[in-house]
């Protein structure tokens, strides 16, 4: 696992070598930085940082190059079919100085070209530059679900890209900068959707694509996408064939990503699927298996979207004789989040992101890898969105003055409940009933929704809201839910999360609170056979099952039935929640009245600064669970004091501390 950088045309050497420095925290066990200038006056350099998986030798040192000294490579992943790969190779010749996957790519690409991607299974973004024609081309790839991130900039002749933007704004003439659009996906979703980001200018490279760059022409090319088949379609196999299958397949995943030269461990929410990885990393360790979780005081837990008893993970460590970590924190929260919205790079609202970030810093104590269940609710239907469209469904049928007069009035008048086991409910409630005359995608978009339209409307100041010229935030759904409108809209809703709320928020915090910490996380669920059988193979109805009290990833929850202790198969999503609530009105409320203040807001030009006080007065009075709103605003605010705020000079100097202080803690 490392951290990737390169430019053409671009860096004056300094600035690249500086591009590559802020990325220690990717890579503290090595770093080094090539550059080529060409005949014909192009200039390329590559740089990397490495975390030592494979082979902790220097021979694994990057960028690497080939025997003849014509292709180079700079790599982030992990390929974990790179054995098969290495033994065809060596039988048409190819000679190996190192035991990593590195070479192996690199040795792919040189027999294969573009097309080799098609061949890798695992995670990774990497960029190759091969000089054997005379005239340098530059090509970069990103795996099949976004799992590993690739940024980029393309201005004329000039082209650069990174694993983090940080890196990007080091280079000469490139500042951080709000795109209007992709603010308005971010009050929108939490999050903005891929390729887009809210650095204007500066993007990504899809997952499943790949790109050549070469005479200042960048051609991207899409190699995978996933696919289901028609609405109706039978299964080929019974459900006891697919479940058999289903439990072996899995099980295949998880061993290959357990491959590694240095220690290895697993998240432990204690939810069906950190579980599953659990019991199958247990069957195939002597020693054992070290497992992390974090959870926070009693008072804290009430209300939110996480296990109330934490020694349910406890008991799962214990039954497969794990050696368990478990941490009970109150993290300074206001101490800590400017500078894990600094290591983001993109604005992400979800409070994940520290839950996610200090149980890596625990587990990098004692290990290097983590195995992460992300991915389970997209491939087998496990969120409540998933459900709730059957709900709604049937909501519609009932008479509208019904519907419009008694309880649509009854549910918007409902508290929110905050504090209480049934918020949840409440806030599933309040959006179903707000969507319940849209078209299922549509309503499936408003479910996912924080800020409305006419939410947003009220938020935005007037030249802000007119730069965005009528914009459509859904767009890039709307495109996904297009492309599968021919599956059974369970897989159109699995799509769509796979393609957007999966790749753009869930791999997004997941990568960069994982190298933040200078861990590896691999996430076996996301295996493309696995996916790709799971997408054809097993019918919607064997993912979700059952109707008013639906059984979420029902065929995962059958094959891992004798494996994983029956508690953690019959109890509902579990994951790492957060207490969003009490911070927003306890622990950050002098944080927030003085980044969200009236005047502040006023300065910054951006929000209506009425509407935000209006919101943050709700908020306390107890009239509405704004928290995740709230946190949306606070998160801008501080990537706005990061990024745009902070003159080029300082990126450096606060990136480097902050890297020091991340890998010392």
């Known amino acids: 696992m490392c951290g990737i950088v390169g430019a053409v045309n671009w860096s004056d050497g300094s600035s690249l070598r500086l591009a590559t420095e802020l990325q220690t925290h990717r890579g503290p066990d090595d770093g080094d930085v090539w550059e080529h200038r060409s005949p014909d006056g192009t200039h390329i350099g590559l740089g990397s940082r490495r975390l030592a998986i494979l082979d902790l030798s220097p021979a694994g040192r990057m960028p690497m190059v080939n025997a003849q000294q014509t292709v180079w490579i700079t790599y982030n992943g992990e390929v974990y079919n790179f054995a098969e790969l290495r033994q065809e190779l060596s039988a048409k ?29 695992g995670m990774f973004a ?52 709000v795109d209007p659009v992709a603010l308005q996906q971010y009050l929108t979703f939490l999050w903005v959707p891929d390729p887009a980001t809210l650095f204007q200018g500066i993007v990504k490279l899809p997952a499943g694509h790949y790109a050549v760059f070469r005479h200042g022409n960048l051609e991207i090319t899409q190699y995978w996408d996933l696919s289901f088949p028609p609405v109706g379609q039978s299964a080929a196999h019974t459900e006891a064939d697919l479940i058999d299958e289903l439990r072996e397949r899995f099980r295949r995943s998880v061993y290959s990503q357990m491959v590694s030269d240095v220690p290895i461990g697993a998240f432990l929410s204690a939810g069906v699927d950190s579980s599953s990885i659990v019991a199958m990393m247990a069957e195939r360790t002597t020693q054992p298996l070290r497992t992390y979780t974090v959870t926070f005081p009693s008072q804290h837990r009430k209300g939110e979207l ?10 799962v460590a214990r039954h497969f004789g794990c050696a368990h970590h478990e941490m009970v924190v109150e993290p300074q929260v206001a101490d800590l989040l400017p500078r894990l919205i600094w290591y983001m790079d993109e604005p992400i609202a979800d409070p994940a992101i520290i839950t996610a970030y200090l149980v890596c810093r625990e587990a990098r104590k004692t290990v290097s890898v983590l195995l992460s269940g992300i991915g389970g609710d997209e491939i087998f239907a496990g969120y409540r969105k998933h459900y709730a469209h059957y709900w709604a469904h049937a909501y519609r049928q009932l008479p509208a003055f019904l519907r419009r007069g008694v309880i649509e009035p009854t549910i918007a008048a409902l508290p929110s409940f905050r504090g209480s086991a049934v918020k949840g409910l409440v806030r599933l409630s309040k959006k179903m009933t707000r969507s319940a005359t849209l078209s299922p995608p549509d309503a499936f978009l408003m479910n996912s929704t924080y800020f409305d339209k006419t939410q947003r409307n009220a938020l935005l100041a007037p030249d802000v809201l007119a730069q965005m010229r009528g914009a459509d935030p859904w767009q890039q759904h709307r495109h996904y839910f297009a492309h599968v409108v021919h599956a059974d809209f369970l897989h159109q809703m699995l799509y769509v999360d796979t393609k957007a709320f999966m790749t753009s928020l869930n791999l997004t915090y997941n990568d960069k609170m994982s190298m933040a910490t200078s861990v590896e996380t691999r996430v076996p669920f996301l295996d493309r056979e696995l996916v790709e059988f799971a997408a054809w193979q097993i019918p919607p109805a064997l993912k979700l099952k059952g109707f008013w009290r639906p059984t979420t990833k029902h065929i995962l929850r059958r094959a891992m039935a004798g494996i994983v202790p029956s508690e953690i198969l019959r109890q509902p999503k579990a994951g790492f929640g957060t207490p969003l609530d009490a911070w927003v009105t306890h622990d950050l409320r002098e944080m927030i009245g003085d980044l969200l203040s009236e005047s502040r807001v006023r300065r910054r030009g951006y929000f209506v600064p009425r509407f935000v006080q209006g919101l943050l007065a709700a908020h306390q009075r107890g009239d509405h669970d704004w928290s995740l709103q709230i946190w949306q605003l606070l998160t801008f605010e501080l990537w ?10 300082s990126h450096a100097a606060y990136t480097v501390d902050s890297a020091r202080m991340a890998l010392a803690a």
């Open 640 to 649: 706005l004091q990061a990024f745009v705020d902070r003159p080029q000079t």
């Open 93 to 121: 010749g190819y000679r190996f100085r190192s035991h990593t996957d590195t070479e192996v790519i690199l040795h792919l690409y040189e027999e294969e070209g573009p097309e080799c991607v098609k061949r890798l299974n």
């Open 126 to 177: 990497f960029a190759i530059c091969d000089l054997r024609s005379g005239r340098p081309l530059l090509f970069l790839a990103r795996d099949h679900f976004g799992i590993k991130p690739l940024y980029y900039l393309h201005r004329g002749r000039q082209f650069a890209f990174a694993s983090e933007v940080k890196s990007l704004l080091q280079l000469p003439g490139v500042s951080a900068a």
């Open 306 to 315: 996480t296990l109330d008893d934490p020694q349910v993970a406890k008991r």
